[in-house]
């Protein structure tokens, strides 16, 4: 069976570009051992590293990486929004790709970047800035000039700008974790879900959520400078899934999602005459938007469109979603077709898919890894 599997995946991967099987090839590089492994933290096709040296008891020394660098998780909620700022300010960036599959965002180099084990980071040059919404920021207060344009405007006057910061916080505040988690729960209320939440990936998730807190306690011990952050981690892994295990709890989520959708879906409606080609919230797209376009991609992956939106029930944002998935940096943003084969690939071999307490961690990275 893994045969068949890696032979019907092995002529789709040969046929693509040359530069995307160097993308492979990179990925290969980085299997290296445990020991070696906090040393080499970095591989992209142009054979780039950066190095991360032990120093003493002070854990690592970061090298100065030259212009923007990103750690990231192509399946991340929250890496998502900074990948589509950055595309959508114009701005080059090298990555760093932390496979939370195999939970390095727990690893010893990247706890000394985010103590907390959460992507995406972004390092700009020497500084460290983790956290979603600050790394937004960050960008927004020194990188919006010229070719960069502001993801929240300021010379379209003050109406605007509330709004858009309005529905920026009113976005921000969708329990996407509990949402994500909910669904992996309660599958019986999906529809057609897609990549990543394939049914072998939905099946190992919500099998292995219940042993979440353990594995991160185990973790913990082995990493004392973070041993705190990560025990009431596991403590609220376990607290989530005891409530989103409850069918009822996860349908009050999917109630506060409802209230959040109803209120864009009423801007939306707004939008007639002079405005009928506007985003959220100006001719521009903003930031706004770029809340708005992640969580309808992740409400789609995982199969919900048919409670917030398909059939007529929110016809403004089905609309909407249908013209976001046009723009480039939503494309850039969602992963493309060698990562989605290399995650089929990883959550149906046998080896992947058996390995529960691996996959245990995916909830708390690929699902709901916070900010």
């Given at each position: 069976m893994f045969y068949r599997r890696f032979g019907r995946i092995l002529p789709v991967v040969a046929a693509?570009?040359?530069?995307?099987?160097?993308?492979?090839?990179?990925?290969?590089?980085?299997?290296?051992?445990?020991?070696?492994?906090g040393d080499r933290v970095k591989c992209t096709a142009k054979d780039h590293f950066?190095?991360?040296?032990?120093?003493?008891?002070?854990?690592?020394?970061?090298?100065?990486?030259?212009?923007?660098?990103?750690?990231?998780?192509?399946?991340?909620?929250?890496?998502?929004?900074?990948?589509?700022?950055?595309?959508?300010?114009?701005l080059p960036f090298d990555s760093k790709l932390v496979n939370l599959i195999k939970t390095e965002?727990?690893?010893?180099?990247?706890?000394?970047?985010n103590p907390r084990g959460e992507v995406p980071v972004l390092q700009d040059t020497g500084k460290i800035i983790p956290d979603s919404g600050?790394?937004?920021?960050?960008?927004?207060?020194?990188?919006?000039?010229?070719?960069?344009?502001?993801?929240?405007?300021?010379?379209?006057?003050?109406?605007?700008?509330?709004?858009?910061?309005?529905?920026?916080?009113?976005?921000?505040?969708?329990?996407?974790?509990?949402?994500?988690?909910?669904?992996?729960?309660?599958?019986?209320l999906l529809q057609d879900p897609k990549i990543p939440f394939i049914k072998p990936v939905r099946k190992a998730l919500a099998e292995a959520e219940k042993n979440a807190g353990m594995q991160l306690r185990k973790i913990a011990e082995k990493n004392p400078d973070a041993r705190e952050v990560l025990l009431k981690k596991a403590e609220d892994r376990e607290e989530k899934y005891k409530k989103m295990s409850v069918e009822k709890n996860f349908r009050e989520v999917l109630e506060q999602v409802h209230v959040i959708l109803d209120e864009v879906e009423a801007?939306?409606?707004?939008?007639?005459?002079?405005?009928?080609?506007?985003?959220?919230?100006s001719?521009?797209?903003?930031?706004?938007?770029?809340?708005?376009?992640?969580?309808?991609?992740?409400?789609?992956?995982?199969?919900?469109?048919?409670?917030?939106?398909s059939g007529g029930k929110r016809p403004f944002i089905e609309k909407?979603?249908?013209?976001?998935?046009?723009?480039?940096?939503?494309?850039?943003?969602?992963?493309?077709?060698?990562?989605?084969?290399?995650?089929?690939?990883?959550?149906?071999?046998?080896?992947?898919?058996?390995?529960?307490?691996?996959?245990?961690?995916v909830v708390g990275g690929i699902v709901i890894a916070k900010k």
């Open positions: 693509l570009r040359r530069r995307h099987f160097a993308f492979l090839v990179c990925a290969a590089v980085e299997e290296v051992s445990e020991r070696d492994r950066v190095k991360m040296r032990k120093n003493g008891e002070k854990g690592f020394k970061i090298a100065v990486a030259d212009g923007l660098l990103l750690y990231y998780d192509k399946f991340s909620f929250y890496s998502q929004k900074v990948v589509m700022a950055l595309h959508e300010k114009n965002q727990y690893q010893s180099w990247f706890l000394y970047l600050r790394i937004i920021d960050y960008l927004e207060d020194n990188f919006s000039n010229g070719d960069t344009p502001r993801l929240i405007p300021m010379d379209q006057g003050s109406d605007v700008r509330q709004r858009v910061i309005h529905f920026r916080q009113v976005l921000q505040k969708v329990p996407e974790g509990m949402l994500t988690t909910g669904a992996m729960l309660n599958q019986h801007e939306l409606a707004k939008h007639t005459g002079d405005k009928e080609d506007w985003w959220l919230c001719i521009r797209f903003t930031i706004a938007d770029v809340e708005l376009a992640v969580l309808l991609m992740r409400i789609s992956q995982l199969g919900l469109e048919h409670i917030f939106w909407y979603y249908e013209k976001v998935k046009l723009r480039d940096s939503f494309k850039k943003t969602a992963p493309g077709t060698i990562m989605l084969l290399k995650t089929i690939f990883m959550s149906q071999a046998p080896i992947v898919v058996g390995v529960v307490a691996t996959l245990a961690l």
